[in-house]
């Protein structure tokens, strides 16, 4: 069920979606690892990943794969992003 969690939300960002992209991934770290251990894995400040994640955040690319990354590091799941044809 992770995987899928986090599947859809890189999903959800390369199709045009950030938001209720960052919002899944917001709620699979709160579920999960929790924002203390993402920002020892991201070596980002938690308060800043609160942001980063939040309805109007906007991560630069480096933050959004050091996310990515760790939460999949961490979970033990891959992940596999796909385009949906418009």
């Known amino acids: 069920m ?20 960052r919002l899944i991934l917001r709620d699979l770290v709160n579920a999960t690892i929790g924002f203390e251990q993402l920002a020892a894995l991201t070596a980002k400040p938690r308060k800043s990943l609160h942001r980063m994640l939040s309805p109007t955040g ?12 760790a939460v999949r590091q961490r979970l033990h799941v891959s992940l596999s992003a796909h385009s949906v044809a418009a």
Request: glycine share 6%; hydrophobic share 50%; no cysteine.
């Open 2 to 21: 992770r995987r899928l969690i986090l599947d859809e939300a890189a999903t959800l960002f390369l199709n045009g979606e950030p938001g209720t992209a």
């Open 58 to 69: 906007n991560p630069s690319m480096d933050n959004l794969a050091a996310i990515f990354l």
